[in-house]
């Protein structure tokens, strides 16, 4: 198993590597532009210069990269071009937006999900029902427009909830989690609508396992053969699931924090790529590529331990 | 906006699609019959049409202002969806949107198709390193936050759908090779390819003739749930002011909607429901798509009333005592006028064992042959109420000692285990390959049992080293993945003995076995049959195994016993012609066999 | 979305710096502390700072420079300057030069004392990213006398010295200057307890010599790049005063809160190729005349702008020296026939292509349909150009299109609009062609009387006019919302976007 996440995380890092490489390239400019949208209009052209050589943009492309990379390494992500604030400190101010709002998401959706799948597999019915039209209804109505409906009708129509913005966690607890609720519930019903599906799934793919008819012809109670075999051996899929919903998060907060006014990661990343931003841009690409890495080392971890086959003996 | 993984992983339906590729009753009509098809292939269709009759039937052109409907609310004289804050016709430049929005589907699905396609048909046909390449490739195109690259892209070209389209178009093309690539590996690895490649096809007219034929229907559905994704991206680039400013798309008039929220907010719900509609359309096309033309692998089930009244019916006839009978004093278990079906469609079921009577004596080893469908197994399995899930009972009783089983659940219940036990056919996936070998065993001993832990632990030893396991102690440490399939029948008959059953129900149980261990574990059957006097049926195609260890033995066909005999006076004087073939045709492979050897 | 945007541009002409940082937006906002008047003053800003240094600090909600920093004068709304840190000041003749007398017994929050050497340092300084004060010669008479020269005449030498923050020549030897804040003005920055891109907090400055102007013990600035958001934040009393919008404002209102209502920016089209150097027939008056008639001025205020705004029908703010009180009437009604007409007159009855550029969230998607409508009635096709990423502003500055549309500020010192958007080298006459009678207008603003230059700026105001350089649209409304516990008594504002912080008092 440590082989496997050894080797999982080798791979991370080389697409870690080729990430930031294309981002740089496709990012790349003679400077110029940026040095003028700092100093403004008033400025000389040779004080644009001056600038942009200051910045180290007139430096090659390799090099650029290099420099950047060999500062990221020491954990050194460099600073804004335009307000000269260090990335490590905006995104140390944004991450906690962006990371409440994808776990609080992926607690809801682990429990939400678990709960519907579970019954609809086991139960049919009307639970089951219920879990193909939110699957059918997340996979149709995109995200951002589930967040405008929801500010249509509770932040708008029925103020009970605020339009936008964010409230620290540490400043007002209850804020933080009122100014999250809409967003979160803009981002379930998708995660919802799939996880659940999924589980249910493999819930299903569980119980029509060989095995579990002959624990049946044990005399093994059905509660029994569901909580101690069939959860157990649909925790694995379900896990993947799971981490696959929280990497498709990072896409999902970038147009909720745009719809929320959220200060989070997603929001910085799009702003600063318009303003071609590149130390900043780079650090919302280094944490999404974290992200990723963190969640499929913990998917590895605990599916590892949950499959005996990959245990170390 | 959560791209939707399951409908870009196409490992779930991957395998799936060469059996759907056997159906070939007009897809087309049967999926015109799936009312959510019709109706989407229509609103497509529509989607279609105004996209190209737009410049004739739009009241408006996309940009024409009129300065006094400024934020007109909906329903006003002129502008049927309103108009926004600069007094453009709503209506006419959704219209114009949806040239756009067509412009761009294409385009996603032009390029990840022709990207998808080619690399998973040569990936998936010549395998080896360049396999190798492509799949990485692949996984960093898949880990790649995509939008954040749509959006780093704008930096560069500015504000071009066209390219943001293509550049997406390659983003999603992986989930067309993963797709590809794995179909073709399974089609590659079936026979029909081998032997077009022994009658000397060239690569080129093997992909083309077999390959691209099984990727067909996998890809086609796939290709709805990317057209979904495309609408999806284009009016979320759009919403996000990625977009061209002076073209009017479905995404940006949803975004100056928003932004006048406060103004007017009945604005955002015409896009809203446009772009929401129309990405619904392409999922329950695909939905249908796939129930469709890969059916077969689903099986149809029955309406829960309908479920119910069947249920109901059946165990009236039970109560009314129709199958009553009085059983000679020696017979274990009997089986009176058993009937089952399976569903085909959620009113009808279709039988498939029509009213079998069966008795069992005690210590009789009674085989149950018959070829496969001939409802053998099924017999079995509602002898210990383990049918699967969709099968019905239309009617009879199972009578085990007396008592109709199928009349009591919680009769049933208790006679799993402690009187009837089941040894199944394929070991490995008998047992639970996430719990050691010991785990198992000792917690089915005592589910039934009630035994303590060290009781039944000391038990399971006894009769592990039985059944013929040396080193049981560390067997009983073991997973399932651990050991081997001669072992693993050996634990699972253990596991059936254990709990001293009256009866053993073994289905199959030397099929998966090597040919030098069946022998033995039809020996050790035998054995405890003898030991501990217990009655077994047999289920078995294989007329060898009947004549080894066999008292009595019944054939089934086409859901019917239609003889029971003695095994010495079956074998020595079958009366029914199809006992009669049978014989033959086991003694023709015996003969091969022998031939072979 | 947009609307993170959407903020700054409105306006703002001396702080384009601000609006193309509020185009890379950032920062998060948020925070709930504080608020409700007493002793600390909350305020929204809907951009971030660029940075800490001194030397790049925007006009724009320049809050944070009010209160760390001061200037050498310091102008009120119509330009007008008094003392700060020079208390006497003298001008040669040509407005060239500036004798000033410095202030006594300042000390800068670094502990150094203020002295001429500083005011040298700033000012060198400032020349590096200002054009301004590129080539300022310098004659340090003694440590509280200097002398600052430039190569030319500055008419609007007033203003010019109110605009420099002054930090302490320490400071600019230092290698800290992003880092870091070093001034002398009301209060200091305390780092601990601001986070950068969202909050940042100053403390009274105990020695400073005009307390009394700054009656608020703390100032906090909070960033909402989201106007609902900042909205949001006043309606529950986060924050004491921050800029709204037409849609927000409304909302603002409803929930108690007091509005002051600013004039500061006029929407224009500037019509820079007079010469017809790019496109010919730009350079027939007739051609301009008949792009100013299509425009209905009074529909644009009413419905685009939903009543918050008046016509415009020149670009100079209402009381500046070189507004035409008489002109109250359009000088080119909405006539689409005669624009026609004067379209044939001048042979170019088919029209002719035009690139104007766009800017996603300038407030100009409300417009630009409508301008490309309506010169589409006079055949002139309008293609527009979206400028996006780092090179934006660049772009649209370089001359390659010839008529931008832009909301600009006016100004309470007109001098400060014919320089930025009339005379050859302004910022915004992107085409810079000269003009004889321009230029021979501006030798006597630069040479006359003070009554010969309030009167050569309206007779350049009447021939801007009469030559359509421009395509004025209208005054729309800028809004500064805040809370009734504090109070805005006066607006000292030069370029009218919001008060300064000497304006907010306690009530």
């Known amino acids: 198993m440590f082989r496997t996440l050894l080797l999982n995380l080798v791979r991370a890092v080389g697409v870690l590597l080729v990430v930031s490489f294309a981002t740089y390239c496709l990012m790349f400019s003679d400077g110029i532009g940026i040095a003028r949208a700092v100093l403004g209009p008033t400025a000389t052209d040779t004080q644009v210069a001056a600038r942009a050589a200051e910045l180290g943009l007139t430096r090659p492309l390799y090099e650029q990269y290099f420099s950047w990379l060999a500062g990221a390494v020491r954990g050194d992500l460099g600073s804004s071009f335009l307000t000269g604030q260090p990335v490590t400190d905006a995104m140390a101010n944004r991450a906690p937006v962006t990371l409440s709002l994808i776990i609080l998401t992926i607690i809801l959706t682990a429990v939400i999900s678990v709960i519907l799948g579970v019954t609809a597999a086991l139960y049919g019915g009307w639970v089951d029902k219920l879990v193909q039209f939110i699957a059918v209804l997340g996979a149709a109505v995109p995200g951002f427009i589930i967040a405008i409906a929801l500010i249509f009708a509770f932040a708008i129509s029925i103020p009970l909830y605020p339009a936008t913005g964010y409230i620290r966690i540490t400043d007002d607890p209850q804020g933080w989690l009122w100014s999250l609720t809409l967003p979160v519930t803009a981002l379930l019903i998708g995660t919802i609508a799939n996880a659940a599906s999924q589980f249910r799934g493999s819930v299903s793919d569980a119980l029509s396992q060989d095995y579990v008819r002959t624990l049946r012809s044990r005399g093994i109670s059905e509660r029994a053969i569901v909580f101690r075999h069939v959860l157990r051996n649909a925790a694995g899929p379900g896990l993947i699931v799971l981490s696959l919903t929280t990497l498709g998060l990072l896409g999902g907060a970038l147009f909720i924090e745009s719809v929320f006014a959220l200060p989070g990661v997603g929001q910085l990343a799009n702003l600063s790529a318009q303003a071609g931003d590149v130390p900043m841009v780079m650090g919302t690409v280094i944490f999404a590529m974290i992200l990723i890495l963190v969640v499929n080392f913990l998917a590895d971890l605990f599916v590892g331990i949950l499959n005996p086959k990959s245990r170390i003996k | ?597 | 979305m947009n609307k993170t945007r959407r903020r700054a541009i409105s306006a703002l002409s001396i702080s384009l710096l601000a609006s193309a940082v509020a185009l890379t937006g950032c920062a998060p906002g948020g925070g709930t502390s504080g608020g409700g008047g007493g002793s600390t003053l909350t305020l929204g800003m809907t951009a971030d700072l660029p940075g800490l240094g001194v030397a790049i600090q925007p006009a724009y909600q320049g809050w944070f420079a009010d209160a760390a920093w001061d200037t050498l004068l310091i102008c009120d709304s119509s330009g007008k300057p008094s003392p700060q840190l020079a208390t006497e000041w003298e001008y040669n003749d040509d407005r060239s030069s500036a004798k000033l007398k410095l202030r006594e017994g300042v000390k800068f929050s670094d502990g150094t004392d203020f002295d001429a050497e500083d005011v040298k340092a700033a000012i060198t300084a400032a020349g590096e990213v200002n054009d301004r004060f590129a080539d300022v010669a310098f004659d340090i008479e003694d440590e509280n006398t200097i002398t600052l020269t430039w190569p030319q005449p500055i008419p609007t030498l007033d203003l010019v010295l109110c605009e420099p923050n002054i930090s302490s020549s320490e400071y600019y030897a230092g290698d800290a200057q992003d880092t870091t804040v070093v001034g002398s003005g009301p209060y200091i920055y305390d780092a601990g307890a601001s986070t950068q891109g969202s909050s940042y907090t100053l403390t009274r400055n105990p020695d400073y010599w005009d307390a009394e102007t700054y009656p608020f013990d703390k100032v906090v600035l909070k960033v909402f790049t989201d106007s609902t958001a900042g909205i949001n934040a006043i309606k529950t009393k986060q924050i004491d005063g921050i800029l709204a919008d037409a849609s927000t404002v409304d909302e603002a209102k409803s929930s108690g809160m007091e509005v002051v209502t600013l004039r500061g920016v006029t929407t224009r089209l500037l019509i820079t190729d007079h010469n017809g150097e790019k496109i010919p027939a730009l350079g027939d008056v007739r051609v301009r005349q008949a792009m100013n008639m299509v425009f209905d001025r009074d529909a644009i205020s009413e419905q685009l702008y939903r009543g918050f705004a008046d016509p415009a029908y020149q670009i100079f703010r209402v009381g500046s020296d070189a507004y035409l009180d008489d002109l109250t009437e359009d000088p080119y009604p909405y006539d689409v026939d005669a624009a026609k007409a004067l379209m044939a007159e001048a042979g170019y009855a088919d029209g002719f292509t035009l690139q104007i550029p766009f800017f996603e969230g300038q407030n100009h998607d409300l417009l630009f349909p409508y301008i490309t409508e309506q010169l589409a009635q006079l055949n002139i096709k309008v293609e527009q150009v979206n400028l996006t990423g780092p090179d934006a502003i660049t772009d649209l500055l370089s001359g390659e299109y010839p008529v931008p549309l832009w909301q600009l500020g006016n100004y309470g010192e007109s001098l400060q609009d014919i320089k930025d958007y009339v005379l050859t080298d302004g910022i915004w006459n992107v085409e810079h062609q000269p003009d004889a009678t321009v230029d021979a207008l501006w030798q006597k603003v630069l040479t006359g009387t003070d009554e010969e230059r309030v009167s050569a700026q309206k007779e350049i105001n009447q021939y801007i006019i009469d030559q359509a350089w421009f395509v004025p649209m209208a005054y729309p409304d800028g809004f500064y919302v805040y809370n009734p516990d504090i109070s805005i008594p006066t607006e000292s504002d030069f370029a009218a976007l919001h008060p300064l912080l000497r304006d907010f008092q306690t009530k």
């Open chain 2, 1 to 597: 906006m959560t791209i939707d993984q399951h409908e870009l992983d196409p490992a779930a339906d991957g395998t799936a699609a060469i059996t759907g590729e056997r159906v070939r009753r007009s897809p087309l009509r049967s999926l015109l019959a799936n009312p959510f098809a019709s109706v989407s292939i229509a609103f497509l269709f529509l989607i279609v049409f105004i996209a190209i009759t737009t410049p004739w039937l739009a009241p408006f052109s996309p940009n024409a202002t009129d300065l006094a409907a400024t934020n007109a609310a909906p329903f006003t004289d002129g502008h049927f969806f309103g108009a926004d804050a600069s007094g453009r016709d709503i209506l006419s430049r959704l219209m114009w949107g949806t040239q756009q929005t067509i412009i761009a589907c294409l385009l996603v699905l032009g390029v990840s198709l022709v990207l998808g396609l080619t690399f998973g048909l040569l990936a998936g046909f010549y395998r080896g390193k360049f396999e190798t390449v492509v799949n990485f490739v692949s996984d960093v195109i898949m880990s790649l936050p995509g939008i954040v690259l749509l959006i780093a892209l704008y930096a560069l070209t500015g504000p071009n759908i066209p390219v943001a389209m293509a550049v997406f178009g390659v983003i999603v093309a992986p989930s067309f090779y993963r797709l590809v690539r794995s179909v073709v590996i399974s089609v590659r690895s079936e026979l029909y390819i081998d032997a077009a490649k022994v009658v000397g096809l060239s690569d080129a007219r093997i992909i083309g003739r077999h390959v691209l034929s099984a990727v067909r229907a996998p890809v086609i559905v796939q290709s709805s749930f990317v057209l979904a994704t495309a609408v999806a991206i284009l009016a979320g680039v759009d919403f996000l002011g990625l977009g061209d400013p002076s073209a009017p798309s479905w995404g940006r008039v949803l975004q100056e909607a928003f932004n006048n929220l406060y103004t007017n907010p009945a604005n955002v719900i015409w896009p809203s429901i446009l772009i929401s509609l129309t990405i619904l359309s392409f999922v329950l096309l695909g939905n249908a798509l796939r129930d469709t033309l890969q059916a077969s692998n689903r099986s149809a089930v029955l309406k829960g009333a309908r479920r119910r009244s069947l249920m109901m019916s059946a165990q009236d006839e039970r109560v009314a005592g129709v199958n009553d009978l009085t059983p000679a004093q020696d017979v274990i278990l009997s089986i009176r006028n058993l009937r089952i079906g399976y569903p085909t469609s959620a009113d009808d079921v279709r039988p498939v064992v029509h009213g079998v009577d069966l008795d069992v004596r005690k210590g009789e080893i009674h085989g149950l042959v018959g070829e496969s469908g001939s409802g053998k197994s099924q017999l079995a399995f509602s002898t210990l109420g383990i049918l699967p899930r969709e099968a019905v009972v239309l009617g009879g009783s199972v009578f085990f000692e007396g008592r109709d089983l199928l009349a009591d659940k919680m009769r049933m219940r208790r006679a799993r285990g402690r009187g009837i036990a089941y040894v199944p056919q394929e070991p490995m996936s008998n047992l639970d390959p996430s719990f050691t070998i010991g785990a198992q065993l000792i917690y089915g001993l005592r589910a039934s049992t009630g035994v303590s832990k060290a009781q039944a632990r000391r038990e399971l030893l006894d009769l592990l080293t039985r059944v013929g396991i040396q080193d049981a102690e560390r067997v009983m440490s073991l997973y399932p993945h651990e050991i081997s399939g001669g072992m693993a029948q050996r634990v699972l008959i253990c596991g059936a003995v254990a709990t001293k059953p009256h009866l053993i129900v073994a289905d199959e149980p030397t099929t998966a076995l090597d040919v030098t261990v069946q022998a033995d574990v039809l020996e050790l059957l035998r054995e405890l049959s003898r030991e501990r006097g217990m009655a077994m049926i047999i289920v078995t195609h294989n007329l060898g195994v009947v004549a080894d260890i066999c008292d009595t033995v019944s054939v089934m066909k086409d859901g019917r016993i239609i003889e029971s005999n003695d095994v010495d006076s079956l074998f020595a004087a079958p009366h029914d012609q199809y006992t009669k073939d049978l014989l033959v045709s086991s003694r023709t492979v015996e003969l091969k066999e022998a031939d072979d050897e």
